[in-house]
């Protein structure tokens, strides 16, 4: 049942990350969240994951000030003019005006990039890959949510890297992407890449490519960004190597991100009407066991499910002996998203089976005690292929082609992201914007147009002049 997941999703994704104790909302300040310990468990899996990403491809973890010197902050025009209105300062210590005032990070490259100066002295110094997890702080004006538009984010992935080649840092940007794909792959998270138009991309870059998924609702929310910074800052920063010709060069930059929308987006698209349903590899609780007592037999019962939990080894299992009706227990693992439930009552063990029931599916299925490890391994493999597969078909089916405006527009009202034929010019992409009432997205750089050899029509859907590329059309959050 996907009905108010898919209908009603804003309140379901209220009223579930509260009933599913992964963030508390009610801390009195307006973009600040607390995290349960239950959400607590699943951040520290995800961290796992990514940190393991990162360090096996030669990223070493690091970690900069919370606070930057107001001179700094301001150095870089353009990256400042991005993030003025949203950054909160720090003006007092104590009683006492702060000479310098200083900003808490809204991300960190005019925390970093001075230091990368000293550094950073000849090309051997390079490839510097680092990257820090920490909060940032951002005074969003637009609706705070929780996880989704946040005030402090508390997980903010960042890298940053240095290289003595352009060529290099576009390497660079291509291993980062490669590295966002395994992990939103091992989450199931579906994904579409594409280009940032140049007037949406991150302030400083050359260039930016995003990650963008799709909600229950039909709304896209960019989940990552890699950026090719050129020699923006390193111009700015001042942040130059000798080269083999022995001239001194200024340095080529990337940086990447990705916070706790990565969260946000694992609970959205995988849950349904009942509640989550966690990927087992990042959930706290892989199976809960309910004694299912029975009259003079509770001992002998819990017995048997202590030695259940023993079979199941390294497995995380969680038995729940709690002294309420088992129906009450099956409700509240389901909101949680646990991904098994396993069930032992008399007649299983006399029968020398337990009884499962997959929260992804709800089919019920006895597994023998003998090889039980074995078969529930498997069955949370399973699990995790459907969950996987469910959401990616999910967002391909959402992706539809558009001739016209008049195409765009409906494919939007049906929730879905529509793919058009693009001259480049910005007027038409004003135009589009207009017409079908929301925002380009991105620009497919491998998709094109048929007048270039593509499948889509060949002409622009704003001026029917000869399209250059492929551009995404969706809602966003
Ligand atoms: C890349 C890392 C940067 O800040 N500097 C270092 C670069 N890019 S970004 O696009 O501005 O942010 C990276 C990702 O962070 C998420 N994000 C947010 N998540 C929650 N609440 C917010 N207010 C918020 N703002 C940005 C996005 O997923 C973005 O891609
Ligand atoms: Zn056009």
Known sequence: MRERW????????????????????????????????????????????????????????????????????????????????????????????????????????????????????????????????????????????????????????????????????????????????????????????????????????????????????????????????????????????????????????????????VLASLLAVHGDDKGLCLIPEVAPIQCVIIPIWFKGNKEGINAEVRKVKEELGELRVHIDDREIRPGSKFFDWEISGVPLRIEVGPKDIDKNQVMTVRRDTGEKRSVSRAGLKDSIEKILEDITEHLKTRAKTRLEDSIHDAGSMKDAREIIKRKGIAKAPWCGELSCAEDMEETVGTDILGILEEELPAGRGGGLAGTCIGCQREACCVVLIARKY
Request: one cysteine or more; proline letters at 5%.
């Open 6 to 261: 898919e209908n009603a999703f804003s309140q379901w994704y209220n009223d579930i990350i509260e009933k599913a104790k992964i963030i508390d909302v009610r801390y009195p300040i307006k973009g600040l969240y607390v995290w349960f310990p239950y959400g607590f468990k699943i951040r520290k899996n995800l961290l796992k994951i990514i940190r393991r990403l990162l360090d096996e491809s030669g990223h070493e973890e690091a970690l900069f000030p919370l606070l930057i010197p107001e001179q700094e902050f301001e150095k870089e025009a353009v990256h400042i003019k991005g993030f003025e209105d949203e950054v909160y300062w720090v003006t007092h210590g104590g009683r006492d005006p702060l000479n310098v005032k200083l900003a808490l990070r809204p991300t960190s490259e005019t925390a970093i990039y001075p230091m990368f100066k000293v550094w950073i002295r000849a090309h051997t110094d390079m490839p510097l890959k680092v990257y820090q997890i920490v909060n940032t702080f951002r005074y969003e004006t637009k609706h705070t949510r929780p996880l989704i538009r946040l005030r402090e984010i508390t997980t903010f992935k960042e890298a940053h890297t240095v290289h003595s080649s352009y060529e290099d840092a576009r390497r660079q940007v291509e291993e980062a992407i490669a590295i966002y794909k395994r992990f939103f792959d091992i989450l199931g998270i579906p994904y579409i890449v594409s280009r940032r138009p140049d007037w949406d991309k991150f302030p400083g870059a050359d260039y930016t490519m995003a990650f963008d998924t799709i909600f229950p609702d039909g709304k896209t929310l960019q989940i990552g960004t890699v950026h090719n910074l050129g020699q923006t800052f390193s111009k700015t920063f001042d942040i130059q190597f000798e080269n083999l010709k022995g001239e001194q060069e200024y340095a080529y930059q990337t940086c990447y991100g990705i916070s706790d929308r």
